[in-house]
């Protein structure tokens, strides 16, 4: 089964440490990072889609992803 998130978070390091977690867990970089203004709170935001493969399990929408 292939699993995908998005991780965002704020412009700062602490997104860094959020994907960075998600790469030592077995997450792949999919695509280009983004990065816009949000308005509401005017900061910029980061984003980044990731994908991992997990065999021997099937796809259920209760999962909580972060934890594979």
Known sequence: MKL???LSGPD???FC???TA???KGWFLHGSPTYA???ETK???CGQAVYK???GIDYS???KLGEY
């Open 43 to 45: 900061t910029m935001r």
């Open 17 to 19: 440490h959020k994907v």
């Open 37 to 39: 203004f949000d308005a």
């Open 61 to 63: 929408p209760e999962m």
């Open 22 to 24: 998600a790469l030592n």
């Open 4 to 6: 995908y998130r998005f």
């Open 12 to 14: 700062d390091s602490s």
């Open 53 to 55: 493969e997990v065999d």
